[in-house]
C-alpha cells in the first residue's frame, strides 16, 4: 500500500523559499502523476500543481513562476520549492498521487505539514 | 481561476440524505467528467471518496453518490451517519491542464 509523507521546516521567514519532500513508500513514483495541494487555517484546498514521470509539469496560474515541483527517482521522492513566501503562504501542504493518466483522483495523501511564513 | 462554489454548510439527521451541489461553469465542471469529491475530517487528510462524477472506490459506501447536470456536480450522502459528519471539496478539470477545487461544505449530522 502506497504511504506519503511530507516533511520540511515548519517555520519560515517571508521572502525566503519554501522547500518540502514528499517521500514515497510501497510503492514507485514512475509513471505517475504527483500533485501539491496546500490548504491555510480554516480555508478551502487549492491545488498547486503536478509533476508526471514523462516530466510535464503544469502549475497553478495564481502562483505564477514561484513554484517548482520535481522528483528525485533515486529516493522516491517529489519535492516542492515556493519562493519568495508571504504570510498568505501560510497553510498545511499536502502531497497527493493521482492514476498514471489523469491528475486525479488525488489519492493516495501525505498527512499534511503545516508551514508557517512569519518572521 | 476561481473556485467552484458549494454551500458552506448542510446538515441532516441521522438516516436522512443531504445533497451538496458544486457549481463551476463551462470550462470546467461543465466541460468534462473529471470531478472528484473529497471527504475531509477535523486535522486529517482528505479522502477521496468520488471520482469521475460518480465512481466510487473500493471501500467507500454505496451512500455516497454522485451525479452532474450542465455546470454542477452533486454529492448525495444517503442514510446519514454520524461518522459522515465532515467536510467535503469537489475538484474538476478546469482546463488547460490545470484543476479547482470548491470552497468545501461543512456536513453536521444532527
Known amino acids: 500500500q502506497v504511504q506519503l509523507q511530507e516533511s520540511g521546516p515548519g517555520l519560515v521567514k517571508p521572502s525566503e523559499t519554501l522547500s518540502l519532500t514528499c517521500s514515497v513508500s510501497?510503492?514507485?513514483?514512475?509513471?505517475?502523476?504527483w500533485s501539491w495541494i496546500r490548504q491555510p487555517p480554516g480555508k478551502r484546498l487549492e491545488w498547486m500543481g503536478y509533476f508526471h514521470y514523462s516530466g510535464s509539469t503544469k502549475y497553478n496560474p495564481s502562483l505564477k513562476s514561484r513554484i517548482t515541483i520535481s522528483v528525485d527517482t533515486s529516493r522516491n521522492q517529489v519535492s516542492l520549492r515556493l519562493t519568495s513566501v508571504t504570510a498568505a503562504d501560510t497553510a498545511v501542504y499536502f502531497c497527493a498521487r493521482g492514476t498514471t493518466t489523469v491528475v486525479t483522483p488525488f489519492h493516495p495523501w501525505g498527512q499534511g505539514t503545516l508551514v508557517t511564513v512569519s518572521s | 481561476q476561481s473556485a467552484l462554489t458549494q454551500p458552506r454548510s448542510v446538515s441532516g439527521s441521522p438516516g436522512q440524505s443531504v445533497t451538496i451541489s458544486c457549481t463551476g461553469t463551462?470550462?470546467?465542471?461543465?466541460?468534462?467528467?473529471?470531478v472528484s469529491w473529497y471527504q475531509q475530517h477535523p486535522g486529517k487528510a482528505p479522502k477521496f471518496i468520488l471520482n469521475d462524477v460518480s465512481k466510487r472506490p473500493s471501500g467507500v459506501p454505496d451512500r455516497f453518490s454522485g451525479s452532474k447536470s450542465g455546470n454542477t456536480a452533486s454529492l448525495t450522502i444517503s442514510g446519514l451517519q454520524a461518522e459522515d459528519e465532515a467536510d467535503y471539496y469537489c475538484c474538476s478539470y478546469a482546463g488547460s491542464y490545470t484543476w479547482v477545487f470548491g470552497g468545501g461544505t461543512k456536513l453536521t449530522v444532527l
Open positions: 463551462s470550462s470546467d465542471v461543465g466541460a468534462n467528467n473529471y
Open positions: 510501497g510503492g514507485s513514483i514512475s509513471s505517475y502523476y
